[in-house]
Protein backbone atom coordinates (compact mmCIF):
# COMPACT_ATOMS: atom_id res chain seq x y z
CA UNK A 1 0.00 0.00 0.00
CA UNK A 2 1.44 3.57 -0.76
CA UNK A 3 1.55 5.34 2.05
CA UNK A 4 1.37 8.73 1.46
CA UNK A 5 -1.49 8.37 -0.76
CA UNK A 6 -5.20 9.10 0.86
CA UNK A 7 -7.81 6.98 1.48
CA UNK A 8 -10.15 8.70 -1.17
CA UNK A 9 -7.65 8.30 -4.25
CA UNK A 10 -7.39 4.78 -2.85
CA UNK A 11 -11.10 4.55 -2.99
CA UNK A 12 -11.09 6.23 -6.58
CA UNK A 13 -8.20 3.67 -7.83
CA UNK A 14 -10.71 0.84 -6.76
CA UNK A 15 -13.42 1.97 -8.03
CA UNK A 16 -12.10 2.56 -11.69
CA UNK A 17 -10.54 -0.86 -11.69
CA UNK A 18 -13.96 -2.37 -11.19
CA UNK A 19 -13.21 -4.01 -8.03
CA UNK A 20 -16.46 -5.87 -6.44
CA UNK A 21 -17.75 -6.48 -3.47
CA UNK A 22 -15.98 -9.70 -1.99
CA UNK A 23 -15.78 -9.36 1.70
CA UNK A 24 -18.77 -9.61 4.56
CA UNK A 25 -18.12 -7.79 7.46
CA UNK A 26 -19.32 -8.36 10.66
CA UNK A 27 -18.24 -7.24 14.72
CA UNK A 28 -17.21 -9.31 17.60
CA UNK A 29 -17.19 -7.49 20.13
CA UNK A 30 -15.78 -3.03 18.96
CA UNK A 31 -13.18 -4.89 16.38
CA UNK A 32 -14.42 -5.09 13.01
CA UNK A 33 -13.91 -8.88 10.75
CA UNK A 34 -14.50 -9.95 7.13
CA UNK A 35 -14.11 -13.08 5.33
CA UNK A 36 -14.29 -13.78 1.65
CA UNK A 37 -17.66 -13.13 0.06
CA UNK A 38 -17.11 -16.78 -2.22
CA UNK A 39 -17.04 -18.89 1.36
CA UNK A 40 -19.93 -17.25 2.84
CA UNK A 41 -23.30 -19.36 2.26
CA UNK A 42 -25.76 -17.75 4.16
CA UNK A 43 -26.49 -15.46 6.75
CA UNK A 44 -29.38 -16.17 9.18
CA UNK A 45 -30.16 -14.94 12.84
CA UNK A 46 -29.49 -18.14 15.47
CA UNK A 47 -31.08 -21.14 15.68
CA UNK A 48 -32.14 -23.37 18.33
CA UNK A 49 -28.39 -24.88 19.32
CA UNK A 50 -28.19 -28.51 21.03
CA UNK A 51 -25.09 -28.65 22.63
CA UNK A 52 -22.05 -31.41 22.18
CA UNK A 53 -20.31 -33.20 24.96
CA UNK A 54 -16.78 -33.45 24.89
CA UNK A 55 -16.72 -30.73 21.85
CA UNK A 56 -13.97 -28.20 21.39
CA UNK A 57 -15.15 -25.28 23.70
CA UNK A 58 -15.40 -22.59 20.92
CA UNK A 59 -17.91 -25.17 19.57
CA UNK A 60 -21.32 -24.24 20.97
CA UNK A 61 -23.01 -26.82 19.70
CA UNK A 62 -25.05 -27.83 16.31
CA UNK A 63 -28.11 -26.68 14.71
CA UNK A 64 -30.44 -28.46 12.20
CA UNK A 65 -30.49 -25.86 9.06
CA UNK A 66 -32.94 -27.14 6.26
CA UNK A 67 -31.67 -30.65 7.30
CA UNK A 68 -27.94 -30.31 7.63
CA UNK A 69 -26.44 -30.76 11.15
CA UNK A 70 -24.17 -27.37 11.31
CA UNK A 71 -21.32 -26.96 13.80
CA UNK A 72 -21.66 -23.84 15.23
CA UNK A 73 -18.70 -21.89 16.33
CA UNK A 74 -18.73 -18.70 18.84
CA UNK A 75 -16.70 -16.40 17.37
CA UNK A 76 -16.09 -14.63 20.74
CA UNK A 77 -15.31 -17.76 22.38
CA UNK A 78 -12.81 -18.44 19.58
CA UNK A 79 -10.76 -15.57 20.46
CA UNK A 80 -11.32 -15.58 24.25
CA UNK A 81 -13.50 -12.62 24.48
CA UNK A 82 -16.50 -12.82 27.39
CA UNK A 83 -20.00 -13.27 26.14
CA UNK A 84 -21.88 -10.88 24.40
CA UNK A 85 -24.47 -8.64 26.71
CA UNK A 86 -26.64 -8.04 23.52
CA UNK A 87 -27.65 -11.16 21.67
CA UNK A 88 -30.66 -8.61 19.67
CA UNK A 89 -28.28 -7.86 16.33
CA UNK A 90 -26.68 -11.15 17.10
CA UNK A 91 -26.12 -13.43 13.46
CA UNK A 92 -24.50 -16.36 12.06
CA UNK A 93 -22.34 -16.48 9.09
CA UNK A 94 -22.59 -20.17 7.21
CA UNK A 95 -19.45 -20.92 5.55
CA UNK A 96 -17.92 -23.52 3.80
CA UNK A 97 -15.36 -25.28 5.03
CA UNK A 98 -13.88 -28.74 4.04
CA UNK A 99 -16.97 -29.64 2.76
CA UNK A 100 -18.87 -28.77 5.08
CA UNK A 101 -21.22 -26.10 6.50
CA UNK A 102 -19.84 -24.45 9.75
CA UNK A 103 -21.55 -21.20 11.48
CA UNK A 104 -20.01 -18.40 12.87
CA UNK A 105 -21.55 -16.91 15.63
CA UNK A 106 -20.96 -13.32 15.15
CA UNK A 107 -22.08 -10.22 17.80
CA UNK A 108 -23.53 -8.30 13.99
CA UNK A 109 -23.55 -7.51 10.50
CA UNK A 110 -21.44 -4.16 8.89
CA UNK A 111 -22.48 -5.06 5.19
CA UNK A 112 -20.55 -6.01 2.27
CA UNK A 113 -17.22 -4.93 1.71
CA UNK A 114 -14.79 -4.40 -1.61
CA UNK A 115 -10.83 -4.68 -1.08
CA UNK A 116 -8.78 -5.06 -3.67
CA UNK A 117 -5.76 -7.27 -3.57
CA UNK A 118 -3.37 -4.29 -2.97
CA UNK A 119 -5.81 -2.88 -0.17
CA UNK A 120 -4.95 -6.26 2.33
CA UNK A 121 -1.92 -5.70 4.28
CA UNK A 122 -0.39 -8.34 6.42
CA UNK A 123 -1.56 -8.61 9.68
CA UNK A 124 0.56 -7.76 13.07
CA UNK A 125 3.17 -9.99 14.40
CA UNK A 126 1.59 -10.57 18.23
CA UNK A 127 4.02 -13.86 18.42
CA UNK A 128 2.52 -16.95 19.67
CA UNK A 129 -1.22 -18.05 18.45
CA UNK A 130 -0.67 -15.92 15.45
CA UNK A 131 -1.77 -19.12 13.36
CA UNK A 132 -4.28 -20.03 15.57
CA UNK A 133 -5.95 -16.51 15.93
CA UNK A 134 -6.58 -16.58 11.76
CA UNK A 135 -6.20 -13.49 10.87
CA UNK A 136 -5.25 -13.41 7.04
CA UNK A 137 -5.19 -9.76 6.78
CA UNK A 138 -5.77 -6.33 7.60
CA UNK A 139 -7.51 -3.77 5.07
CA UNK A 140 -8.63 -0.14 6.12
CA UNK A 141 -12.53 1.14 5.48
CA UNK A 142 -14.19 3.96 6.17
CA UNK A 143 -15.06 2.82 9.62
CA UNK A 144 -11.33 1.83 10.68
CA UNK A 145 -9.41 -1.16 10.35
CA UNK A 146 -11.21 -4.96 9.30
CA UNK A 147 -9.35 -7.79 9.69
CA UNK A 148 -9.85 -10.36 7.32
CA UNK A 149 -10.16 -13.94 8.45
CA UNK A 150 -8.94 -17.38 7.36
CA UNK A 151 -12.03 -18.81 7.58
CA UNK A 152 -10.24 -22.29 7.74
CA UNK A 153 -8.08 -21.55 10.25
CA UNK A 154 -10.54 -19.91 12.11
CA UNK A 155 -13.42 -22.42 12.11
CA UNK A 156 -10.49 -25.39 12.28
CA UNK A 157 -11.97 -26.59 15.85
CA UNK A 158 -15.33 -27.20 13.99
CA UNK A 159 -13.46 -29.85 11.46
CA UNK A 160 -13.20 -32.04 14.41
CA UNK A 161 -16.78 -32.35 15.60
CA UNK A 162 -18.19 -35.60 14.31
CA UNK A 163 -21.49 -36.11 14.16
CA UNK A 164 -22.78 -39.55 13.86
CA UNK A 165 -24.80 -40.79 10.59
CA UNK A 166 -28.10 -40.81 12.16
CA UNK A 167 -28.06 -37.23 13.03
CA UNK A 168 -27.17 -35.79 9.91
CA UNK A 169 -30.18 -38.09 8.11
CA UNK A 170 -28.37 -40.77 6.83
CA UNK A 171 -27.98 -44.42 8.12
Known sequence: MEP???RAVRERRRRAAGVDKNLVGF??????????ILRVREILRPLPILALPHAPPAIV??????G??????EVRRRFGLEPATDARRAKWVLVMVGGRTVGLAVDAITGVLAASEVDHRPPPSLGLGDAARGIASVI???SGLVFVLDVDRVAAPAQIVDVAPTMRGGA
Open 61 to 66: GVADHR
Open 140 to 142: SHQ
Open 4 to 6: NVS
Open 27 to 36: LVGDVQYAVD
Open 68 to 73: EVVPVL
